[in-house]
């Protein structure tokens, strides 16, 4: 029993020990009887298996915050770690260890997903706050312009019953229940009025004096041919002048819709007049009337009004395009996207800003138009209607991306038919067309003017046309392999048989006037064939032989694009070309200087001039035609040619544009297409099989004549 140590006695936890106790617990406990220190220190001695002497008590000490993830030290050393990483821990700091951490790859993915869960949750609370923070502006901004139009309203009447001696007519008309708005504005119709204007503030006529300007300009004449009658509906917040929108509804349905035909136009006024939102929206009026206000007849930017009686300057007009422009897009919110009205009017924005020079914002309203085409919810439009915006905006998605030589984005299946359930142009009047500019044109001549327009059949063959677009931009941006000549040539002959498949209507025939947008529509067509081409002069493969006979055919088409440029210029000016027409332009000018030889030497000297001329005209209401004017100069002195002697009267100003600008024109530094980059998809056997494939799918140079227009070349007058 020696070997059993005695237990003992038992002392209450809860009293506290006295000295005296302490010290008779001591002498109690004799190193014969001891152990060992306690169940957690003790250790066995060496000897006669004996028990060591007592040692204190000793506890490990631990960090107050423990890391998930120790670093590389406190692992090897297996000692707890409470760094933070980057930061080092604790324990390396004390011991000036190098502290770095090695991750885990559970782990440090799992922290990484949480951190941008964390993240996403934060960036959601952010986009909400500022979805509330635009609408609180928009509705401020539209609460402060309907405040500023009733001051301006009320400022007038006031002014006028005090100074103008009108203070009888004013109460009677107020008395009888006309409105503040209509007494303001027969009082714009006095003559007093014009004085009064200058006399306001700045902060007070800044809007409210240019669209009274704008109105009046198109309201002065009672007696003229007005633009079309439209019902008063408060569609925009920007004028009330239903002329004033009427104007702007010609100019757009006259110059715009025929060549890009993103909506029904007859379904668009039913529904404007009626008031019924199914084909007609807020933000789709505001968006076309901006489109319209670069098509309004202004001077030149830096030229100064004649007298006041002349419509406003440029800068009135771009304000007004403003104007409209804000309140499109402060109704653009995401419970309307699924809307098809709301689709087309991001088509039309693209249309606003790639005119004004936005190209790089712009490109994000088509897209985003293309995209949502395909999962917009159930709509009321009619099937025809949405046909029309379906085509139309996935057309102009496709032109976009043939000119920025991208591949389209949310493309249609290759399988479409185009306009499948579509009816053929009305024949009640409605789709006749006349090249209106003002609303006081004579009537007798308008009458003679108008022809029936087809607009609707040159929208379908404008679909029809860049659906082979799209199957070029395909065959060389490598989606189908290596380009090879059955592919080039494949395409061409689906060109020329598009061009074949024509209807009277649409073919231009000798001396006569086509409609502008066919001429478009052909325009178009030469430069699609011009992209397919100029690839190929690059190339190695080629021959001298087979380079000359592709560079004539280059050269040929482009003289036909730039004749029916003339003949544009001709019989309507190029003023109201679309910013597509005005990059067909560069292209078609841009082939004339870098591949004419010396014996087309005139040609191009007349193709130089006729694009500047091109570009000067358009450049008085589109943004975008400065910077492309200096970049088509560019090209031209590159190639050693001399500009002609007047060139600065033909260029206007010479301002030099930047990087921005010219990003902001064609989302890329040069218009011209990329060719180092397609050459390098061309098959090495590419030039072998080249006349054998010509000659079986073209059927002999036949073929290719009577595919060209029946006109002799203007630029070789």
């Not at 070309?577 to 332009?585: D, N, Q």
Request: some cysteine.
């Amino acid at each position: 029993m020696a070997d059993f140590r005695s237990i003992a006695p038992f002392v209450n936890p809860s009293s506290k020990a006295t000295p005296s106790t302490s010290q008779q617990l001591s002498q109690d406990s004799s190193p014969s009887q001891t152990t060992g220190t306690s169940a957690n220190e003790g250790t066995l001695g060496k000897s006669g298996g004996k028990q060591s002497a007592a040692t204190p008590h000793r506890r490990r000490r631990i960090p107050g915050q423990v890391s998930n993830l120790a670093c590389n030290e406190c692992r090897r050393a297996r000692a707890k770690c409470n760094g933070e990483r980057p930061n080092p821990c604790r324990r390396c700091v004390t011991r000036d260890l190098n502290c770095a951490y090695e991750f885990h790859t559970k782990t440090h993915k799992d922290d990484l997903i949480k951190e941008i869960a964390v993240i996403k949750a934060e960036n959601a609370d952010l986009q909400t706050g500022n979805r509330g923070l635009q609408e609180q502006k928009s509705n401020l901004t539209n609460l402060n312009m309907d405040l500023q139009s009733k001051q301006d309203t009320q400022t007038v009447i006031l002014d006028m019953l005090t100074n103008n001696g009108h203070d009888r007519e004013i109460i009677k008309r107020l008395q009888a229940g006309d409105s503040r708005e209509s007494v303001a504005q027969w009082l714009l119709q006095q003559p007093h009025l014009k004085h009064h204007l200058r006399t306001l503030p700045v902060s007070q006529k800044l809007l409210f004096d240019i669209v009274k300007r704008v109105e009046d300009h198109y309201e002065a004449s009672a007696e003229s041919p007005g633009p079309m009658s439209l019902n008063r509906s408060q569609w925009t917040s920007v004028t009330r002048s239903q002329t004033l929108i009427g104007h702007l509804f010609e100019l757009y349905f006259t110059w715009v819709h025929p060549i890009h035909m993103l909506f029904s136009e007859f379904d668009f006024l039913d529904g404007y007049e009626s008031n019924d939102e199914t084909h007609c929206s807020c933000a789709l009026v505001n968006s076309v009337c901006a489109m319209a206000c670069l098509l309004l007849e202004n001077p030149d930017k830096n030229a100064e009004p004649i007298d006041e009686n002349t419509f406003g300057t440029y800068q009135d007009a771009m304000q007004l395009r403003d104007a409209f422009m804000a309140e499109a897009r402060a109704l653009l919110q995401p419970d309307s996207y699924s809307h098809l009205t709301s689709l087309q009017a991001f088509a039309v924005i693209f249309l606003v800003d790639l005119s004004s020079g936005k190209a790089r914002s712009a490109t994000s309203y088509i897209r985003s138009a293309a995209d949502h085409l395909k999962i917009y919810g159930p709509d009321k439009q009619k099937n025809e209607a949405a046909q029309l915006s379906y085509w139309g905006i996935h057309t102009l998605n496709t032109v976009w991306s043939g000119f920025t030589y991208q591949k389209p984005f949310a493309p249609i299946s290759p399988s479409s038919n185009v306009f499948f359930d579509l009816h053929s142009d009305r024949d009640d009047g409605l789709s006749l067309w006349h090249s209106y500019r003002q609303p006081g044109d004579d009537i007798d001549e308008i009458e003679d003017q108008k022809r029936q327009g087809f607009s609707v059949l040159t929208a379908c063959h404008h679909a029809k046309l860049f659906r082979i677009v799209h199957y070029a931009i395909n065959i060389y941006c490598g989606a189908r392999g290596k380009v090879t000549a059955e592919a080039v040539i494949g395409c061409y002959k689906r060109y020329l048989d598009w061009s074949d498949e024509l209807p009277a209507q649409l073919k231009i025939e000798k001396d006569s006037q086509p409609l502008p947008h066919i001429l478009s529509l052909h325009v178009q067509y030469y430069t699609a064939l011009i992209q397919l081409l100029v690839p190929l002069l690059r190339s190695e493969f080629f021959s001298a032989s087979h380079t000359e006979e592709i560079r004539r055919m280059v050269i040929q088409n482009a003289k036909e694009g730039l004749d029916l440029l003339l003949i544009s210029l001709q019989l309507y000016s190029s003023r109201y070309h679309m910013p597509i027409t005005t990059f067909c332009v560069v292209h078609l000018g841009d082939t004339m200087v870098r591949y004419c030889t010396e014996e087309d030497q005139e040609s191009r000297d007349k193709a130089i001039r006729v694009c500047l001329d091109t570009l000067q005209q358009t450049r008085s209401g589109f943004g975008l035609c400065g910077p492309l004017q200096q970049m088509f100069r560019w090209t031209v002195q590159s190639n050693k040619i001399i500009l002609p002697e007047n060139i600065v009267s033909r260029m206007g100003s010479l301002n030099r544009y930047g990087v921005d600008d010219v990003l902001d024109a064609c989302t890329r530094l040069d218009y011209s297409q990329p060719i180092e980059h397609i050459i390098g998809y061309l098959h090495p056997q590419i030039a072998d099989t080249w006349h054998e494939e010509w000659r079986k799918q073209i059927d002999g140079p036949r073929r290719v004549s009577n595919a060209r227009l029946e006109i002799t070349s203007l630029l070789n007058r």
